[in-house]
C-alpha cells in the first residue's frame, strides 16, 4: 500500500466499531483467546469512552488502543491480568483513579511499518496530560522470551532487550515509547506460552501531573519577567534616585510582571553626592556608597508590596558585621520579606579598589512565581555554581551585572546563554549602560540585557527569548513557560540533567560552618 492511498483518521472507539475490531483481535490475538465479547466492549466505551482511541482508514478500522482508569498503588505494585476483570469479563474501570492502563494496542497487519502504534501512545499521553492523571501502566507481554526461555530468565531476557540485544515486539515497542520497566510480573496472563506467563509492569510517568489536594498551593507555570537595562545618571539626591527607580516599578508592575530586575550597583552614581576631591578616595567613595543601602533596602521592600511584584534589587554594597564590604543582590517578595545573595566572585578591580570581599552562600529562593537563584556578573562565569543551583530545582537564573566594554560584556552573556542550555533553565541578563565622566568612581559602560532559555524545540532556535537594544536605556518583558523546562528535563532532544555520570565525578558545597565557631567539614 503507497503512502498516497491512506486517508488516516484519529477518533475514539464506537460501539458501532465492533465487528471490525473483533476481525481485528481475532487476528491478533488468536494465541491468547482473540477478541473480547461486545458487551465487554460496550462497557468499556460507555465508562470511559476518551480512552478507547481507534484510527481508520477510509472508513475501516486498522489500529486500536483500549485503556481503563485505575487507582495507582494498586495497579503499580504486583498484580495479574485478571486483577483487571470482573463479572462476565467485564473489565473494572475506575472512574476515580489517579492513572490509565493500557490494555490493548493493535494494529492491522497490512498497516504495520506505518508507526501507526506510536500515533495510539502519543494519544494516550495527551489525554493523559489533559485529565491530570499520574501515570500510565501497562503489563506488557514479552511475546520473544519463548525462544530464549532455556539459556535466560526472565530478568536477563529484559535487560538483553533493553540494551538492544535481543528484539521483542511488545517490549521493544514500548521502551522506544518512554515507557520503562518498574518490575517483572508472575503468572500475569498464565495461558500466554509465548511470554511463559511473565510480562514486564511498564510506566510511563506524567511529569505534569499535580496531585488534587496541592491545587490551591499551586505555583503558575507562566512567569512574566520585567527587567530595567538602567542608564546610569547623575542624581540630585537619594529622592530623586529613588523616584527614578519606583518610576520604572510602577511601570513593570503596570504590565503585570511577576518580578521587576535591576542591574548591578545601579545606585553606583550616588557617589556623586560627594564633592569631587572626596570622590578621588576610592574607598571612602564606596563606603559612602553603603550608607545609602539601609535607606534604599527600605524603600524597595515597599515597592515590591506597594506594586505587587517580586523586585531583584540588582545588587547595593553592604557593610557587614565584621566591617568588611561586600556586594549583594537583594529579592524583594511582594509580601514583604526580604532575602540575599552575595557576590561571590570578586574582580580584580573591585578587590583592588574598593576591597569588597566575596559571599560564603549560595541558595535558591522560593517565590510565588517560581525558583529563583541570583548569580552577580562575575559569578556567572563560574559554572559550577550554576550546577549546584540546577541541583536545588532552579527554574529561573537571574544575573545583574555591571559591565564596561563589549568583550567584558561577551564573557558574561556567553556564559549565561551556557548557564541556561547546560542546567536547563531561563536566565535573565539585566545590565546598566551610559557614561558619567563627572563622578569618579564610574567607569564606562556597555550592556546589552537578555533572557535565555534552553535550546530546543520548546524555544527559539538561537535560545534568546528577548534582548533589549545595545547602550539604551529601556525596559523589556518576557513570559517564561515553567512546564516547558519540566517537559525539556524530562523528554528533551538531549536531558543535560538527567545525563550525568555521576558515578564518574560529583559536585558538593562545602561547609564554611567554622568561620562562626563550628568545625569545619573534612
Known sequence: MSLEELHLNLRNLMSDDYDQLKTLMDAVYHDIGGAWPKRTIDKLIQEFPDGQIAIEDDGILVGVALTVQVDYDEFSNPHKYDDLIGHREIILND?????????????????????????????????????????ILAGGRIPGYHQHADELTPAQYIDKVSRKEIYDPILS?????????????????????????????????????????????????????????????????????????????????????????FPELFYAPLMGLQDRD??????????????FTERFKLELSRMAVSYNINIVGGSMIEVGDDDRLYNIAYLFHRDGSVERQA??????????????????????????????GILICYDVEFPELGRLLAD??????????????????????????????????????CGSVGNLPSIENLDIQYAQSAVFSPSDFAFPHDAVLAETTPNTEMIFFSDLDLTRLTVVRAEGSVTNLKDRRKDLFDLRWRDWSWKSGGKPEE
Not at 512574566?224 to 537595562?229: E, K, L, M, S, T
Not at 572626596?278 to 550608607?291: E, N, P
Not at 573591585?350 to 512565581?369: M, P, Y
Open 392 to 429: 536545588q530545582d532552579m527554574d529561573i537564573l537571574f544575573v545583574p551585572f555591571w559591565t564596561d566594554t563589549k568583550n567584558g560584556y561577551l564573557r558574561v552573556r556567553h556564559c549565561a546563554q551556557a548557564r541556561a542550555i547546560e542546567n536547563e533553565c531561563y536566565v535573565v541578563l
Open 343 to 372: 557576590k561571590l566572585h570578586i574582580t580584580p578591580q573591585e578587590r583592588r579598589d574598593w576591597v569588597i570581599e566575596g559571599g560564603d552562600e549560595l541558595q535558591v529562593f522560593d517565590t510565588d512565581a517560581g525558583r529563583v
Open 95 to 135: 472512574e476515580d483513579g489517579d492513572a490509565m492502563y493500557g490494555l490493548d494496542v493493535l494494529i492491522h497487519p497490512d498497516y504495520r511499518g506505518y508507526r501507526l502504534g506510536r500515533r495510539l501512545y502519543e494519544a494516550r499521553k495527551e489525554l493523559c496530560r489533559s485529565m491530570n492523571l499520574r501515570s
Open 278 to 291: 572626596a570622590q578621588k578616595d576610592q574607598m571612602g567613595a564606596i563606603r559612602f556608597l553603603a550608607g
Open 173 to 261: 515497542f514500548q521502551q522506544a515509547n518512554d515507557f520503562q520497566v518498574k518490575r517483572l510480573l508472575r503468572k500475569y496472563l498464565p495461558e500466554d506460552e509465548q511470554s511463559r506467563g511473565y510480562a514486564t509492569l511498564l510506566e510511563w510517568n506524567n511529569i505534569l501531573f499535580e496531585p488534587a489536594d496541592s491545587v490551591l498551593d499551586n505555583k503558575p507555570t507562566q512567569v512574566r519577567v520585567g527587567a530595567v537595562q538602567w542608564q546610569m545618571r547623575e542624581f540630585s539626591s537619594v529622592e530623586a534616585a529613588l523616584q527614578q527607580i519606583e518610576y520604572f516599578v510602577d511601570a513593570l508592575s503596570d504590565y503585570q510582571s511577576d518580578f521587576a530586575v
